[in-house]
């Protein structure tokens, strides 16, 4: 099911081409063979759902992908430059699997540091700040050290972090990791927003129904080989199985239809009562006692000029 | 350049925030202040003995707080995972570990500015013989030392009602109060002499190397009776510890703080024991290879130079730096080669 197979390669965000990493001990024995001959291209403009099992070697071709890990064999081109290169890291935005922060930087102040990494000029940088930080709901704790937030609160300064640059690629590993269910309502609608813009996302998560609200594309490894890969459609459909969905159809019609059809078929059929998803429940309950916020893309990120 | 000082700034901040790096400031710099309250022997060198214990807190403690600091920032974010994030936008390898060295030198500055400041109240604050018509006597300045640890106890004071009061680093607040308390107590120095007579009031007649009692007081507002010829040494020592925090840095991007820290201790031992140690050596023994791998830290360590009166020259401060500045730049080197290839994350 790979789905390599795109005309010009050079146009994609991330080529990834025969990718091997063994880890190393302190003499320089192997330990672990955590990738082992991974191809991967991620196409503009997609979102890309990268899923694995622990220790199948998400996070391990991820910073092999940013230049932190250096791969063992293989080759990687993002945004047409090496792993390690200074210029395709301008524009690209990370958010890693844990968020580790300054602990006695308050969120405006960690959100400065990565402008000024960026060599961002002081007043761009503190709009783009402030925007981040109404974005991500975070005003009210904007002057307070870090260190003292909880998991979510520390996550929405990771996730304001890796957008500063307003990336063209923007790789999340575990990006709803500690969020409740509003955050991550809001992180899974800035994914959308964001690849409605153009920009390329890939994603890595242990939460499947986040991966398929939002994801064009899913590649599945496990033990560093990728299993599976192609569109949620392709993946999830399952040809022979066909259901209708009716409504206002009384219980007695109901048992006289699935006759008629399991006439038809030759075999029993399932009739079932579809239920909305746990997340959409909460979010409803929640609406009611005006807890919940119309999500807004921070306003630099929706400029052309940006 | 912004990338540089951004991330020296916040290996800045972070570190004066731990809790190990201002206990270890007050700790040498009340130490320092505490050497003329407990001598006992008075062989008109309590002053050199005032001078030579404060230089030492500053080169022990210093070299402790500036490996400590790399190590921190170095080898634990490599190991906790801020560093990955850092690495994750665009900066280079060797900015990152040139930046976390000039965090740590501003740490070692800091603590340096403060340390010298209290060394030069301690050697006011010894007995020195005073020979005057109304005094004749050994004379001590108590004032200036209960000011100075007055001092520290009012930086504690204050960093803690900055933090109750508007939120603001407790850390960064006793680290920077007790510089400021030290420096002011320093500079307030000069309007009194050592038995206590004020300038201001007094005038030329309260100057202890002049005059009489009873004779006619000139105009003389300020005068600091402070032994100036210590800055260079201390500046000495300074650059000693740049040397420090580019080896603790250089180190810390494949070692743990512990092992950079034990690493750090030896290479000051070796050095302060060259002479002893690598004397007469040929370059091509074992010997003589470590003494010209290791830096020679005879150099930065100039106490006995300035006892009786004596001057350290400005050329040779000059020179020293430069030789400083060429060893940190060996160990930068050193560090960001191994650190190019190292897996972080």
């Known amino acids: 099911m790979s789905n390599n197979d795109v005309s010009d390669l050079s146009q994609c965000p991330i080529v990834i081409r025969g990718l091997r990493k063994t880890f190393l001990d302190f003499w320089r024995r192997p330990t672990v063979e955590a990738v082992k001959g991974l191809d991967l291209t991620v196409r503009r403009g997609e979102v890309y759902g990268f899923l694995g099992p622990n220790g199948s070697g998400k996070s391990t071709t991820i910073k092999m992908i940013l230049g932190l890990l250096r791969p063992t064999a293989g080759t990687i081109r993002v945004l047409g430059e090496a792993p390690d290169s200074v210029k395709a890291k301008r524009k690209i935005g990370y958010l890693p699997e844990i968020s580790h922060l300054h602990p006695f930087l308050t969120p405006r102040e960690t959100l400065m540091y990565y ?46 972090q890796a957008l500063i640059n307003a990336p063209e690629l923007l790789i999340l590993d575990e990006p709803t990791s500690g969020l409740d269910p509003i955050g991550t309502r809001e992180v899974k609608d800035l994914v959308r927003m964001l690849a409605q813009g153009g ?23 496990s033990h560093g080989v990728l299993q599976a890969e192609g569109t949620i459609g392709e993946l999830l459909r399952q040809p022979d199985v066909v259901r209708f969905g009716v409504e206002g159809l009384d219980d007695e019609s109901a048992a006289k239809l699935r006759e008629m059809i399991e006439r038809h078929v030759g075999h029993p059929v399932a009739q079932d009562y579809p239920a909305i998803s746990l997340e959409a429940f909460f979010l409803q309950v929640v609406a009611k006692e005006g807890k919940t916020r119309e999500f807004k893309l921070a306003p630099y990120l929706e400029r052309s000029d940006k | 350049m912004r990338a540089v000082w951004a991330i020296a700034r916040t290996t800045f901040i972070e570190a004066i925030q731990q809790p190990v790096a201002f206990l270890m400031y007050l700790f040498s710099v009340a130490l320092t202040l505490l050497v003329p309250v407990f001598q006992f022997h008075r062989f008109s060198e309590d002053g050199r003995l005032a001078r030579d214990s404060g230089l030492s807190c500053m080169l022990v403690f210093g070299m402790a707080l500036a490996v400590c600091t790399a190590g921190r920032s170095v080898s634990k974010e490599i190991a906790d995972g801020t560093a990955a994030s850092v690495l994750g936008k665009p900066v280079p390898r060797p900015v990152f570990v040139c930046s976390k060295w000039l965090g740590c030198a501003l740490v070692t500055a800091m603590f340096c500015l403060g340390q010298l400041a209290a060394l030069m109240i301690a050697e006011r604050a010894s007995a020195h013989y005073v020979l005057r018509e109304d005094f004749n006597g050994y004379a001590t300045d108590p004032i200036s030392l209960i000011l100075a640890l007055g001092g520290l106890g009012l ?44 300038y201001p009031v007094h005038g030329e007649a309260a100057c202890c190397e002049h005059h009489a009692a009873g004779e006619a007081a000139h105009a003389l507002f300020y005068h600091p009776e402070l032994n100036l010829r210590v800055i ?26 512990g092992t950079v820290l034990a690493v750090c201790a030896g290479v000051l031992f070796t050095g302060l024991a060259g002479d002893t140690l690598f004397n007469g050596s040929s370059l091509l023994s074992f010997r003589g290879a470590v003494s010209g791998v290791l830096p020679d830290l005879q150099n930065f360590w100039l106490c006995d130079a300035i006892a009786h009166g004596g001057r350290i020259s400005p050329g040779y401060v000059w020179l020293a730096g430069g030789y400083a500045l060429t060893v940190c730049t060996v160990f930068l080197l050193a560090g960001c080669m191994a650190f190019q290839n190292r897996d972080v994350g």
């Open chain 1, 115 to 160: 402008a000024d990494l960026f060599g961002m000029p002081k007043r761009e940088a503190k709009r783009r700040v402030a925007e981040l930080i109404d974005m991500v709901d975070l005003a009210a704790a904007a002057d307070r050290a870090v260190g003292g937030f909880s998991k979510g609160m520390a996550r929405r300064v990771g996730v304001a």
């Open chain 2, 155 to 198: 930086a504690l004071l204050a960093g803690a009602a900055r933090h109750f009061f508007g939120r603001h680093r407790f850390g960064a607040s006793v680290f920077f109060g007790v510089l400021y308390s030290q420096v002011a107590v320093l500079l307030f120095s000069g309007f009194y002499n050592r038995l206590g007579q004020f």
């Open chain 1, 199 to 221: 920009v390329t996302v890939l994603m890595t998560s242990h939460l499947l129904a986040d991966v398929e609200d939002v994801c064009d594309r899913v590649a599945i490894v």
């Open chain 2, 232 to 257: 260079p040494a201390a500046l000495l020592v300074f650059f000693g510890l740049l040397v420090f925090a580019a080896l603790g840095t250089a180190l810390s991007t494949r070692m743990r703080t």
